[in-house]
């Protein structure tokens, strides 16, 4: 079944989202992973189920644009507005206004979509609350605020090919009350309203900017009015829906106008079984922030989706593997395998894991920059395999057998981490230093270099 969505109502231009194949059936209305096409003006086609690069302070750790666009293959990259906004002087609103001054402003790679929302997800802990008029964003510069107005504007001048709403979030991990979660719905309402006013359908033709949609982080009883306002008037002016907590997409079947909406999770995953969970619940698009974090642990993935021919209906598929190889460990320091059999990466097919072992112990950027290059295109290569069994029909017992062969979650990593540098940022208030100095005074008594 095909279901495209090619302009608005009110004339304001959409993406062209085509769901194709989904199962059980062909309804667009079950709750079934499901293949479709999104095509952004100018941009590469998006072939979902897929994942969403995270970028810090704009670039995807690790990675300049050049290898981005060379070795790499994600769909799409999600960039916090938070990263280029200071207390003073917004660099990034001086930019001169070109067809994608955020493109322009981080040499990001054009064909290459850009997600944008006001923070980081997961976002850092801020000391205070959101207001009725603005929410907390942390800067480089410390926490600061930002109002709908000025979120507004900046998108409408830095025009990025999807926005995020703002959304009433917490900025603590804490259960809310029920009082605390109906104003955050009331507030998030009142804050789309607000957005799609100033930044309107002329607006969003001629900078080519999509909107999603915040659906809450809290239970479907507290926020169905938001969301059936939504459903009721906005769906005309919306791109997508960003989730912040799939369970909640069951309850969004019963939004006729919103379930052939593309489905961008923000809720983060943090293993590939998280993974295929949320793609058998009709997730369209996952962040996949973890790649970030297993990369910087100098893990190296190893999974791979079972084919038909790996799937054992008895359910014995040999003994459990690991998710991902600690390159960091003595054992591969003389190995000149790659990292990964058969992959076909620039890391596996040009070096060994004896180079990017000794890399690691080195304390060497390209250790890090390979690893990465590596484990996006492991990432790649299992969405493509997601996509062709849903396809042939047989995702969910592809899923039960990739439950049954893989461990449960990543290796720890014994290696050290990169140093900090400017994509890494703390993640919350008081935070330690990501690292040890690499110098010390010579009133310790212990000698003026530490062991770096």
Not at 72 to 91: P, Q, R
Not at 318 to 336: K, N, Q, R, W, Y
Not at 360 to 389: C, D, P, T, Y
Request: charged share 20%.
């Amino acid at each position: 079944m095909s279901n495209s969505n090619d302009s608005a109502p009110n004339g304001a231009s959409k993406p062209t989202f085509t769901i194709g194949t989904t199962l059980p059936s062909d309804a667009t209305d079950e709750l079934c992973p499901r293949l479709g096409t999104l095509q952004l003006p100018g941009r590469r086609t998006i072939e979902t189920p897929n994942f969403t690069a995270v970028t810090s302070r704009g670039v995807i750790p690790h990675l300049t644009p050049e290898v981005v666009s060379k070795y790499t293959s994600f769909s799409s990259a999600y960039i916090a507005l938070e990263d280029f906004l200071e207390k003073k002087d917004h660099a990034i609103l001086k930019m001169p206004t070109t067809d994608r001054p955020l493109h322009a402003f981080t040499s990001f790679p054009a064909h290459i979509p850009t997600i944008v929302a006001a923070r980081r997800c997961p976002s850092v802990l801020a000391p205070a609350g959101n207001t009725a008029k603005n929410i907390s964003i942390f800067t480089s510069t410390g926490f600061s605020t930002i109002t709908v107005p000025k979120f507004a504007a900046t998108v409408a001048h830095i025009r990025p090919d999807i926005v995020i709403a703002l959304a009433d979030l917490l900025h603590i991990s804490l259960d809310p009350s029920l009082k605390k979660k109906i104003r955050m719905a009331d507030r998030t309402e009142s804050w789309m309203d607000e957005f799609l006013e100033l930044v309107n359908a002329d607006v969003r033709e001629s900078a080519g900017i999509k909107v999603f949609a915040p659906i809450l982080p809290i239970d479907h009883t507290t926020q169905w009015a938001y969301i059936n306002h939504l459903n009721e008037d906005l769906s005309g002016d919306l791109a997508g829906l960003a989730i912040y907590d799939v369970n909640i997409l069951p309850d969004l079947q019963l939004y006729k106008n919103l379930t052939s909406l593309p489905k961008l999770s923000l809720d983060l995953p943090k293993t590939p079984h998280d993974v295929l969970r949320q793609v058998a619940l009709g997730v369209d698009l996952v962040l996949a922030s973890f790649v970030n974090v297993i990369s910087d642990a100098g893990i190296a993935f190893s999974f791979t989706l079972p084919t038909d021919g790996d799937i054992s209906m008895d359910g014995d598929i040999g003994a459990i593997m690991p998710l991902g190889i600690d390159m960091s460990e003595t054992a591969h320091a003389t190995s000149l395998e790659p990292l990964l059999a058969d992959c076909a990466c620039y890391t596996c097919t040009k070096h060994h894991r004896a180079y990017v072992n000794h890399l690691l112990h080195a304390k060497e950027m390209l250790g890090w920059n390979l690893l990465q290059i590596h484990n996006h295109h492991v990432l790649s290569v299992f969405f493509s395999s997601i996509r062709a069994a849903i396809g042939r029909g047989t995702f969910e017992a592809a899923r039960e057998a990739f439950g049954r062969a893989w461990d449960v979650d990543f290796p720890q990593g014994m290696g050290e981490r990169p140093r900090a540098r400017g994509y890494h940022f703390k993640s919350e208030v008081s935070q330690e230093k990501y690292n040890k100095p690499g110098w010390k005074g010579l009133e310790s008594g212990q000698g003026v270099m530490a062991d770096v």
